[in-house]
């Protein structure tokens, strides 16, 4: 499976933009799809998630609220629909794919199979 992100840039706070992750190869197979985020000297840290089996997506509290995660199956497309960012929003979001569904637990840890290249946020206040 193939992961290719998009739709990153520069707004200001208070401005929306909305991340595509376009899944590819077996893209079938996949059960979760998820955001997380690298910011400048920091660790990567999760964002949303979706589970295909599930209808109810997981947030960071950092963004709960703000951020929308979605999926279109039929594409194999995930997205980040992100509301009132914030300068702390700045970072390299990051999508990632797993074949089967993960335990709740572990929704919000890098245990994905799959990872895409990123795509640079960058909010000015």
């Known amino acids: 499976v193939q992961l290719q992100a998009s739709g990153g840039g520069l707004v200001q706070a208070g401005d929306s933009l909305r991340l595509s992750c376009a899944a590819s190869?077996?893209?079938?197979?996949?059960?979760?799809m998820a955001w997380f985020r690298q910011a400048p000297g920091k660790e990567r840290e999760f964002v949303a998630a979706?589970?295909?089996?599930?209808?109810?997506?997981k947030y960071a509290d950092s963004v709960k609220g703000r951020f929308t995660i979605s999926r279109d199956s039929a594409k194999d497309t995930v997205y980040l629909q992100m509301n009132s960012v914030k300068p702390e929003d700045t970072a390299v979001y990051y999508c990632?794919?797993?074949?089967?569904?993960?335990?709740?637990?572990?929704?919000?840890?890098?245990?994905?199979?799959?990872w895409g290249q990123g795509t640079l946020v960058t909010v000015s206040s």
């Open positions: 990632a794919a797993n074949g089967n569904r993960l335990a709740l637990s572990a929704w919000t840890t890098p245990r994905y199979n799959y």
């Open positions: 979706i589970s295909r089996s599930s209808s109810r997506p």
């Open positions: 190869g077996r893209a079938f197979s996949v059960d979760m």
